[in-house]
């Protein structure tokens, strides 16, 4: 195969990149994913006041918080219009046809790389079973789609928070671009604003960093073709709606214009910024839960008798911490020491007094998978509690403090496990993981035309 059937083979489609000109202040230009701050209106003002006068993709997405507020038809004309505004005025350079690798440093001091291209949505599936080459990590609540898809349907323009990971431990494919190009002078280079860190982009368009990259592409694939023929290549990271509502809007496009089926219409393909699981840079934090209505060691003994395992009483939160992520022995630093065992925390509060436990049982799966289902199952049988998610384990002993109040501290998301979980299982749970903190979040700054 030549370089573009061994992207087309793979789920990439090389895009026309579209970057602001010289003239444009990419601090101002870039904003964070629509979906972080959901609850924090002030951000949100404050990127406004932020960017007022200069050209922001602010202006051509809706941010969530926004989202059912009765004035979104009108906030939905404006991003239309400013779509087609921007389009117009010059404020794009030419378009560049080709990949882009990216740089982000984040304002904790962290160092991610990425390779923002294209990809097929013909190659990618969100629903549980599929053995497409791109899939989702967590359950798709389709509920949330049709919002989306308002704003995304016969849009000139779109702009990506999608993020997918690549499943590469020998780090071939982003950084072996990264060595190539870095030395290069980069296509932009900027603080992002609040503190958020700052990027910088390099261009991956010659002959020869393409014929790297499909070779790259290929020996993943190769390693990560299952004996049913099956290759499952990238998971879905951050953006799961927003990539399935491309899908739905591409397939209600196509069964309307059936003669666009199996062309390359602009609609069928998506921009993305692909991350290798393995960078250094990205992190995984799970997110611990809270029941309400509950004692920690009544769940505790409800799901020891799930699970199996046994229970040990913890004296404190630092202890806890540390039991439930297997740094309780020199020799062991983390919980991919332990093959086949779990461990959960439990943090309560019984007569004003706070208890802490663990229980450790045997898992074969990433530790949400195992859990979640039980504490279903739980609050089936006692519909007076109520269930949380929680970034932190700082809060979750906070709100432990409460009375009926129950912490339960997940361990370390394992990347050695990840992809074989949602291989052997489907998506994981909704709320299964966070990729990083907040600011930490992919920022829009690239652009594509999408429907003409």
Known sequence: MNTTQTFSAYGIKIPELLLPSSSVDIEKWAVIACDQYTQDRDYWKQVMHFTAGSPSLLNIILPEVYLEDSDRPERLKNIRLNMEKYLSEGIFASPITGMMYIERKTGFGRLRRGLVTAIDLEAYDWRPGSKALIRATEATITDRIPPRMEIRRGAPLESPHIMLLADDPQKTLIEGLGSRVRERIPAYSSKLMFGSGEISGWTVASPEDMAYAAGALNSLAQQHTAPDGSCFLFAVGDGNHSLATAKAVWDEYKDSHPETAGTEHPARYALVEIVNLYDEGLTFEPIHR???????????????????????????????????????????????????????????????????????????????????????????????????????????????????????????????????????????????????????????????????
Do not use: N, W
């Open 290 to 452: 809270a029941l309400f209505g509950t004692g920690s060691g009544e769940l505790a003994l409800f799901l020891r008798e799930r699970l199996g395992g046994s229970i040990q009483g913890v004296t404190s939160p630092e202890e806890l911490e540390r039991l439930v992520a297997f740094k309780d022995s020199p020799s062991c630093s983390d919980s991919a020491a332990h093959t086949g065992v779990t461990r959960f925390g439990f943090a309560g509060t019984s007569q004003g007094i706070s208890e802490y436990a663990v229980l450790e049982t045997a898992a074969d799966r990433l530790a949400v998978s195992l859990l979640q289902g039980e504490l279903d199952a739980y609050l089936a049988l006692h519909p007076e509690a109520k269930i949380d998610y929680i970034h932190g384990a700082d809060e979750v002993f906070r709100l432990s403090r409460e009375p009926y109040t129950a912490g339960v501290l997940l361990p370390p998301v394992e990347k050695k496990s990840f992809f074989d979980t949602i291989a052997a299982g489907g998506p994981l749970p909704r709320k299964s993981f966070s990729m990083g903190e907040a600011p930490e979040k992919r920022f829009y700054l690239e652009c594509r035309r999408l429907f003409p």
